[in-house]
């Protein structure tokens, strides 16, 4: 892939609806606004380099990453990289391409990429977004040489009670939005028949995000999250969850 270079591909109709041109927008860009993004995004890009050993790669590609909360870590990292989005307006608020990026827009449930093409495959604010998820995972794993790395709220923490606290959350952040909770298990039967398994998981908060929000980057973010981790709250009940999937010697890709 040329350095510095942006490859288009016919998107379909899908880019009309797909949640990667909500994540890409100038709107969403204000949910991480100020200390209290910077702390937030700080955590996230924290996680995913530890989620892969504290190397990405040298072959990445960024799936649905218009918003670019992980540019600089692949700039920082010397990784070539790609990013891609459902539709050229994914791009719109990303300065010009760095040295080693490349930008390609395709579908989600598509990607024009051959098999294998990328060491790493990365997503985050995505699959929780995207109600056929296990179709864009699939996809995922088969661009992927080696692991894919992506983000997803578990059941399994403060988070379960959004059915109940979305009016409150909404009335916060006006421009929240639904999404799905997982369960630990849930990608278990999809990556194994893509060939991979889970090799690592990394929770990110205990606290919501919509605290940290509330608490406008201020140390008692820092404070509270180092309370819940030296108490073995975050272990057990953090969220989102970084979860890294490696290919299995021999396994295949072909679901």
């Excluded at 050993?53 to 799936?63: E, F, M, T, W």
């Excluded at 307006?89 to 990303?94: K, M």
Aim: one cysteine or more.
């Amino acid at each position: 892939m040329s350095s510095g270079m942006q490859t288009e591909y016919l998107a379909t109709t899908e880019s009309e609806i797909s949640p990667d041109i909500e994540t890409a927008s100038s709107g969403y860009a204000t949910r991480f606004d100020g200390k209290a993004g910077d702390f937030l995004l700080g955590v996230q890009a924290r996680s995913v380099l530890d989620a892969v050993g504290g190397h990405l790669g040298s072959c990445v590609l960024d799936v649905g990453g218009g918003h670019g909360q992980l540019r600089s870590l692949y700039i920082e990292g010397g990784t070539q990289f790609t990013i891609h989005g459902s539709d050229s307006r994914c791009f719109e608020r990303l300065p010009e391409p760095a040295a080693g990026e490349t930008r390609v827009v395709g579908p989600l449930r598509g990607l024009p990429f051959t098999d294998s093409q990328f060491e790493t495959v990365v997503s985050v604010r995505l699959l929780c977004h995207v109600p056929d998820w296990q179709t864009v995972l699939t996809e995922m794993c088969r661009v992927s040489s080696d692991r894919v790395v992506f983000d997803f709220p578990t059941s399994r923490s403060i988070n379960g009670l959004t059915p109940l606290l979305f009016g409150v959350k909404k009335q916060i952040e006006s421009n929240t939005r639904t999404y799905e909770n997982f369960r630990l298990d849930a990608f278990d039967a999809v990556l194994e028949q893509c060939g991979f398994r889970i090799d690592a998981l990394h929770k990110q908060f205990f606290f919501p995000m919509v605290v940290h929000r509330m608490l406008r980057g201020s140390p008692v973010s820092k404070w509270i999250e180092a309370v819940a981790s030296v108490l073995g709250l975050r272990r057990i009940f953090g969220s989102p969850i970084v979860l890294t999937a490696r290919r299995i010697d021999g396994g295949s890709s072909d679901a």
